[in-house]
């Protein structure tokens, strides 16, 4: 089973003129009751944010919270005391846990932010907040898919509480890659930027699309191309 989810038919939101924001599932004022997550992940925000602007200190508990920058940076501030800035390529993971509360800003006074904010649902409650920040180059996810968050950190990615894996790619066009899921798994493909053939099925920018009951994913770049690859328990 394959599932298209076209980017136009998200969830769209404006707030006071700085923030725009599409979501694939259920999330603030938006409810649709067909999309309150796939599996373990509940929460895909594609979020445009204005020069000088973002959220201020708010708190979340029992989550595991993912940034994915992909145009801009963000400067961010936690009650755990890490204050820095995330540049496109980069990705943030914070473990909610028993509590946490955290600001995230557009410093830039001349351009805009744009970034996946992702949630997933984790293994334990009540963990310890904790909070990582990484790079990846374009090198690294060139033509290959990066693993970049991970239950158990293998190959250098961050760890979440959750048997999820995160994968990243930048795919030239007319570059193929093969992914073989596990018996019993299901995937998530987001597509940031570019057009993306899955087992045939054509994907554009912010398309999404449900994986189950397949064996072997095929991904062909029609154009350049960077999405990401949920492997999902």
């Given at each position: 089973?394959?599932?298209?989810?076209?980017?136009?038919?998200?969830?769209?939101?404006?707030?006071?003129?700085?923030?725009?924001?599409?979501?694939?599932?259920?999330?603030?004022?938006y409810y649709?009751?067909?999309?309150?997550?796939?599996?373990?992940?509940?929460?895909?925000?594609?979020?445009?944010?204005?020069?000088?602007?973002?959220?201020?200190?708010?708190?979340?508990?029992?989550?595991?919270?993912?940034?994915?920058?992909?145009?801009?940076?963000?400067?961010?501030?936690?009650?755990?005391?890490?204050?820095?800035?995330?540049?496109?390529?980069?990705?943030?993971?914070?473990h909610a846990?028993?509590?946490?509360?955290?600001?995230?800003?557009?410093?830039?006074?001349?351009?805009?932010?744009?970034?996946?904010?992702?949630?997933?649902?984790?293994?334990?409650?009540?963990?310890?907040?904790?909070?990582?920040?990484?790079?990846?180059?374009?090198?690294?996810?060139?033509?290959q898919l990066?693993?970049?968050?991970?239950?158990?950190?293998?190959?250098?990615?961050?760890?979440?509480?959750?048997?999820?894996?995160?994968?990243?790619?930048?795919?030239?066009?007319?570059?193929?890659?093969?992914?073989?899921?596990?018996?019993?798994?299901?995937?998530?493909?987001?597509?940031?930027?570019?057009?993306?053939?899955?087992?045939?099925?054509?994907?554009?920018?912010?398309?999404?699309?449900?994986?189950?009951?397949?064996?072997?994913?095929?991904?062909?770049?029609?154009?350049?191309?960077?999405?990401?690859?949920?492997?999902?328990?």
């Amino acid at each position: 089973m394959m599932y298209l989810r076209k980017s136009d038919e998200r969830g769209y939101a404006e707030f006071g003129g700085w923030l725009k924001s599409r979501h694939t599932f259920s999330f603030s004022d938006y409810y649709d009751p067909q999309f309150m997550g796939f599996r373990d992940l509940r929460v895909i925000n594609q979020d445009w944010i204005a020069k000088g602007a973002g959220f201020p200190a708010h708190p979340h508990r029992d989550m595991e919270i993912i940034t994915y920058v992909l145009k801009g940076k963000v400067a961010h501030k936690d009650s755990l005391g890490n204050v820095g800035e995330i540049t496109a390529g980069e990705v943030q993971t914070m473990h909610a846990g028993t509590g946490i509360s955290h600001s995230e800003y557009n410093p830039s006074p001349d351009e805009d932010l744009q970034l996946f904010q992702i949630w997933i649902m984790p293994d334990v409650s009540g963990a310890k907040p904790g909070y990582t920040q990484q790079s990846f180059t374009r090198e690294q996810k060139l033509n290959q898919l990066k693993l970049i968050v991970s239950k158990n950190g293998r190959e250098n990615s961050q760890m979440i509480n959750q048997d999820t894996d995160l994968y990243v790619s930048v795919l030239e066009p007319g570059m193929e890659k093969e992914f073989k899921l596990r018996k019993g798994r299901g995937a998530w493909v987001q597509l940031a930027e570019g057009e993306l053939e899955v087992n045939g099925k054509v994907m554009s920018s912010g398309d999404g699309m449900a994986v189950q009951d397949e064996e072997l994913l095929r991904f062909k770049a029609n154009k350049e191309t960077e999405f990401l690859l949920f492997d999902l328990k």
